[in-house]
């Protein structure tokens, strides 16, 4: 897979030579290839913003200068995301359809966003995406970008050590919330670890884990629970 991203501040990426992408890009397993907005700026200030039509507070980014790098960047089969405040949300599920694609072009918008026309434009040549990572409010897209990228580079074959890990995780392939995780010592400041944990006992061990799944999910995501109509689960056994 190709990763593409394109921002003002492309050092803001830099995190993403670390860890499991950074192994990931090694290993050949990911091409993420960084671009600054900048160098397809045509001016001696290498200008990328400008003043809103309509006034209004802020700045605006220039339709012509992203032009010019998307039309360098894209290719005929690539996805383009946009983050924005104003686009749908990013999930699990999101992030599993885009780590089955060839190329994702990721345009990182600054100040009040980007010239609306840049979406408009490349939505006649292709699939672009507006995505928004929650409804909260950030200073631009680099870390939508930092976030999307670690999520879909984590699934693509090869990259986690253990695929499993990924089927129990929150939000993975059974939708809950995952279990509470222990290691040594088994007891610590007091605290112990839950007996069944210790028991070697594998069919409760992850009767428990499912159940705490379930606890864990009602207690703080009952939309999830909402949602999931195909998981069957007694309210008794959770007394919520
Ligand atoms: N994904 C995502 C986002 C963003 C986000 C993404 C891109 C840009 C480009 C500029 N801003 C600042 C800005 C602030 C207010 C209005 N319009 C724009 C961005 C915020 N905010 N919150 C999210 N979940």
Redesign the pocket.
């Known amino acids: 897979m190709r990763i593409d991203v394109v921002s003002i501040f492309p050092e803001y990426l830099a995190p993403l030579e670390l860890s499991l992408v950074g192994k990931a890009r090694t290993a050949g397993l990911l091409d993420l290839r960084v671009h600054d907005l900048r160098a397809w700026t045509d001016d001696r200030h290498r200008t990328v913003d400008d003043t809103p039509f309509g006034g209004g507070a802020g700045m605006v980014m220039r339709p012509d200068v992203w032009g010019r790098a998307l039309d360098d960047v894209l290719t005929p089969d690539a996805h383009l995301l946009v ?5 749908t949300p ?1 999930t699990q599920r999101t992030a599993e359809a885009w780590a089955t694609e060839q190329h994702l072009v990721v345009a ?7 010239d609306a026309r840049v979406v408009e434009h490349y939505a006649t040549r292709g699939r672009v995406t507006e ?11 680099e ?2 970008a930092l976030v999307v990228v670690e999520a879909v580079a984590r699934l693509l074959p090869g990259v986690v050590g253990n695929p499993e890990s990924l089927v129990e995780e929150s939000h993975g392939a059974a939708g809950l919330l995952e279990y509470p995780v222990y290691t040594k010592p088994p007891s610590w400041q007091g605290h112990d670890v839950p007996d069944v944990l210790l028991s070697g006992h594998h069919a409760r061990i992850a009767r428990w884990r499912r159940d705490e799944a379930l606890r864990r999910t009602a207690a703080r995501r009952p939309d999830i629970l909402v949602a999931l109509d195909a998981v069957r689960w007694d309210r008794h056994d959770l007394e919520v």
Do not use: K
């Open positions: 983050p924005s405040p104003a686009g990013f990182c918008g600054r100040y009040e966003g980007i995505v928004s990572l929650g409804d909260y409010v950030l200073n631009g897209g870390v939508a």
